[in-house]
């Protein structure tokens, strides 16, 4: 297969090597130090166990109109950044083209070849003014949730640190030809993909986990222990939840995982920083329309009262407008204990 990585961060990055190493044509997009790195030697990829692999066969460029149509577009990029990026992402698209997305949150394409009532209706903190559904047309979309957590060390390094699954599925539930052969190039590559004939409520059970856990660690520079924790922290934890809970019910989803076994899975992963923290840190755009502005919009269109959700909600776009207007990153500095 032609595939194009669109955003070869860490996942991305993880992906577009492995598929590489098992023998696809692979071309990632990306920018900066990160780029030149791959251009002169490759991905390299550090596992757990010590052991290293490097993909060194494997294309980078900063500009998806080299490309050209692909059998696979892996859309790895943050939700935030497709809407800028829509007119050369169409280059890449051809009527067969399989667009894999593997963005947090709730996805764009929410309700497109969904079925339901709202059937079409488009998710305006996601997708303004219509414009990524307009560029991508439905059919050419494969849903994915990102399990593995990795992260880049170096330009051209990324240190995988655990989970190799990425489930997927058509957005309308259907066993697919296509589907079952991405899922084939994903298993051959050393990736889980099993293949669901429900993606959202899958994306439904991670994205309900982000909900709180991203938002309060950015603001509070907690890890996960530390908000399962604190008494204050988990009970707000628990009341967003269960908010979002009753709005997942209303569009049909139920979500296969209690409240508390959710927050105790997140508390055995330990003193993790989650991604919104770690672009706290490092003064980078935060992931608020996809991880907790989705949210709210999906309330109201439910009728839904969430005013946990809409507390934190309007606290982390404070804190965003912080960060872009002035220019800075915010980090937790110990204290001298001297």
């Known amino acids: 297969m032609r595939i194009c990585v669109v955003g070869a961060g860490s996942i991305g990055g993880l992906m577009g090597a492995k598929l590489a190493l098992a023998g696809e044509e692979v071309c990632l997009i990306a920018r900066g130090a990160h780029l030149e ?39 790895a990029v943050k939700a935030h950044q497709i809407a800028p990026i829509v007119e050369p992402l169409r280059r890449l698209i051809g009527p067969e083209t399989i667009v894999l997305t ?7 394409w929410y309700f497109q070849r969904h079925g339901g009532a709202l059937e079409g209706t488009v998710l305006s903190s996601l997708d303004p003014n219509g414009v990524i559904s307009q560029a991508i047309p439905a059919e050419n979309i494969v849903g994915c949730i990102a399990y593995p957590a990795a992260e880049i060390t170096a330009p051209g390094c990324i240190r995988h640190i655990e989970g190799m699954r990425f489930p997927l599925g058509e957005l309308d539930g259907s066993n697919s030809q296509r589907v079952q052969a991405l899922s084939g190039a ?30 309060i660690s950015a603001l ?5 222990v530390d908000i399962c924790l604190c008494p204050p922290g988990r009970g707000l934890v628990t009341r967003i939840m269960s908010e979002a809970e009753t709005v997942a019910n209303k569009l049909g989803i139920t979500l296969r995982v209690s409240i508390e076994k959710r927050i105790d899975g997140a508390e055995r ?16 755009p935060l992931e608020t329309a996809a991880i907790i502005g989705a949210f709210v919009e999906l309330a109201r269109l ?3 009262p969430t005013p946990s959700i809409d ?3 309007d606290l982390i776009r404070q804190l965003g407008s912080v960060i872009e207007q002035e220019g800075v990153r915010i980090r937790s500095e110990a204290l001298n204990s001297a």
């Open 186 to 215: 994903l298993q051959k590559a050393g990736f889980k993909a099993p293949v669901l004939d429900n993606i959202r409520a899958e994306i439904w059970l991670k994205a309900w986990g982000n909900l709180p856990f991203n938002p």
């Open 102 to 108: 593997v963005q947090n949150g709730i996805p764009w």
């Open 220 to 224: 509070t520079h907690a890890t996960l």
């Open 302 to 304: 439910t009728d839904t």
């Open 37 to 75: 790195a791959i251009r002169a030697k490759g991905i390299e990829l550090t596992f757990k166990d010590g052991s290293v692999e490097r993909a060194s066969d494997i294309a980078a460029t900063a500009d998806m109109g080299e490309c050209g149509p692909q059998d696979l577009v892996i859309l």
């Open 269 to 284: 992963v330990g003193k993790h920083k989650t991604s919104m923290l770690q672009d706290v840190e490092a003064g980078k």
């Open 311 to 313: 507390t934190v909600y």
